[in-house]
């Protein structure tokens, strides 16, 4: 039993790492309407303009 709640705290841990070295991750569940940040979706529909192939264009 000890084994087990030991693997999760490292994994868990390694968890927290991972995402607090990912940049901009925001936790806080489904934004809507005027909740969602406008700088965020237009940064996502520029990304997705840039790794569109050219035939797509």
Same mark, same amino acid.
């Given at each position: 039993?000890? $084994?087990?709640?030991? #693997?999760? @705290?490292?994994?868990?841990?390694? @968890?927290?790492?991972?995402?607090?070295?990912?940049?901009?991750?925001?936790?806080?569940?489904?934004?809507?309407?005027?909740?969602?940040?406008?700088? $965020?979706?237009?940064?996502?529909? #520029? @990304?997705?303009?840039?790794?569109?192939?050219? #035939?797509?264009?």
């Amino acid at each position: 039993m000890i $084994k087990i709640l030991l #693997a999760f @705290a490292a994994f868990a841990a390694l @968890a927290l790492f991972l995402l607090s070295r990912g940049g901009d991750i925001d936790m806080g569940g489904e934004k809507h309407g005027a909740d969602m940040r406008q700088g $965020k979706v237009t940064s996502i529909a #520029a @990304a997705t303009r840039q790794q569109a192939p050219a #035939a797509w264009a």
